[in-house]
């Protein structure tokens, strides 16, 4: 295990699309959403053990969850989970991260991670990180990992690549970037899939902390000061009111937009490890156990006439459901949802009718 790999997770949304099981007092990365036992931060930490000493492991997450971050990885220092005073995107958040662990080992190979992620096969995973992992310590490059698709999904982003290997001077089969496309239209996803040169954004980046950095003062200048003025107090007793000061200088702004999307040494390692970002409800179905009917259950269930459904609700709870077809029924915390799935995306519609209608204590 190299010394010199450090892994840094995402750990501050709220999730809104997978409400009422995400909530603002408590975001889907700390829900046993698989319904295995452990929560999404912790198997995302548990996924890359034989990957980066736990010494190593960083999550950023709001303020609001630090103590919730604790609890479930008790085994982390305080010192190592970053609390963020506001929600400033991931730009602010992987300067955060970065600078601190530059100060400390500037030497530091760096993966990023959203802690919301799930992933089948967790070998093919390992072995492709550890590949990314080489190619960053070897070379000057901003190295994403892109999931080959199956489906023409609306859902993700895109990445398109240049097939041109020998040029490049790196491993075979990393790949020049060409493009980043936010979530298109079906027509275009399908001409994406089609086409054979596009990838999902996966969200998962790999760098040395000086190639990270150095990106940042090129085409985030204004974030980098913000760092550059406070790195003698990341790792002390004043980070806390540094950060608290930092965060109200730095824009709300990606990592993809301030970074990715300019900068002339992005690759892309193409990888299909049984991949999703667990984003929502229909997202849970693909990757979850199905039953006979294509149903994926977690809860005390009985089903008669019904397929295509995804249903959690609390195992204390025994629900029947009846002809239904292609429905999401989850129950958490006071709050029942019963959607179709092909309508999914009005979940944060509903949720802001909720907050307006009912209240705050719903959400």
């Not at 500037?106 to 072995?127: C, G, M, N, S, W």
Request: proline letters at 4%; charged letters at 25%; a negative charge.
């Amino acid at each position: 295990m190299n010394q010199n790999t450090f892994l840094v997770v995402m750990a501050g949304g709220i999730g809104s699309r997978f409400w009422p099981f995400s909530r603002t007092h408590l975001p889907k990365q700390f829900h046993d959403v698989m319904g295995v036992g452990r929560s999404m931060l912790q198997l995302t930490v548990d996924r890359f053990k034989e990957i980066c000493p736990a010494d190593n492991v960083f999550v950023v997450t709001n303020r609001d969850y630090m103590d919730l971050v604790q609890q479930h990885l008790p085994e982390l220092p305080p010192s190592q989970i970053l609390g963020e005073p506001i929600g400033r995107n991931t730009a602010p958040c992987i300067a955060y991260a970065s600078y601190c662990i530059a100060k400390r080992n500037p030497k530091a190979t760096i993966i990023v991670t959203p802690a919301d992620h799930a992933v089948l096969h967790e070998e093919e995973f390992r072995t492709i990180i550890r590949q990314a992992v080489e190619v960053a310590e070897n070379h000057d490059v901003l190295l994403t990992l892109g999931i080959q698709p199956s489906r023409p999904d609306t859902g993700y982003g895109y990445i398109q690549y240049i097939d041109e290997d020998s040029k490049s001077g790196l491993p075979r089969g990393v790949k020049k970037v060409k493009t980043f496309t936010e979530k298109p239209n079906l027509e275009l996803a399908r001409m994406f899939v089609e086409s054979g040169d596009f990838l999902w954004n996966s969200g998962l980046f790999v760098w040395r902390a000086d190639v990270i950095i150095h990106a940042f003062h090129q085409y985030l200048a204004d974030i980098a000061e913000v760092f550059d003025e406070g790195i003698s107090e990341l790792g002390t007793e004043q980070e806390a009111d540094f950060i608290a000061q930092a965060y109200t200088r730095c824009r709300n702004i990606s990592i993809d937009y301030g970074v990715m999307e300019k900068a002339d040494n992005v690759y892309v390692l193409p990888a299909d490890f049984g991949w999703s970002d667990l984003g929502t409800w229909d997202s849970l179905h693909r990757m979850g156990h199905h039953d006979a009917d294509n149903n994926v259950v977690d809860g005390d269930a009985l089903l008669y006439d019904t397929r295509e459904c995804v249903i959690k609700t609390p195992s204390e709870r025994l629900v029947v459901v009846q002809g239904l077809d292609g429905y999401i029924i989850a129950e958490y915390d006071n709050v029942l949802l019963i959607c179709k799935r092909t309508e999914e995306q009005r979940v944060k519609e509903f949720v802001a009718d909720v907050k307006s209608k009912k209240g705050t204590g719903y959400n």
